[in-house]
Nanobody, 124 residues
Framework: QVHLVESGGGSVQSGGSLRLSCAAS????????MAWFRQTPGGEREGLAC???????NYAASVKGRFTISRDNAKMTVHLQMIGLKSEDTAVYYC??????????????????WGQGTQVTVSP
């Protein structure tokens, strides 16, 4: 289990930008796969982006080109830079962690550590 704390959520107008951050506490962060998900009330948790320990990335089609995931292994952080935000991006955003394996998944069932979530609200 990895302790995760998200920050950076808030309210923004359509077309605006936000940068989410997630701080991790684990001795093996350099071997941990990190990902960002989001969830709307009554909706399923949607995988947005994941990043390999080495820095390789994988994105959902819905956010590719608008969202960028990055990590700093020395600071044990992962970030999600979001640009061109739309009202449909409004959701609670979660970071997640998984140790081991060799594939960067966007399936929430593959992750065993979760942050508390941070609200992102995009107004028209």
């Amino acid at each position: 289990q990895v302790h995760l704390v998200e920050s950076g959520g808030g309210s923004v107008q359509s077309g605006g930008s936000l940068r989410l951050s997630c701080a991790a506490s684990t001795a093996t962060y350099g071997h941990t796969y990190m990902a960002w998900f989001r969830q709307t009330p009554g909706g399923e948790r949607e995988g947005l982006a994941c990043i390999y320990p080495s820095g390789g990335t994988n994105y959902a089609a819905s956010v590719k080109g608008r969202f960028t995931i990055s990590r700093d292994n020395a600071k044990m952080t992962v970030h999600l830079q979001m640009i061109g935000l739309k009202s449909e991006d409004t959701a609670v955003y979660y970071c997640a962690a998984r140790s081991g394996g060799n594939i960067c998944f966007l399936n929430p069932a593959r992750y065993n550590s979760w942050g508390q979530g941070t609200q992102v609200t995009v107004s028209p």
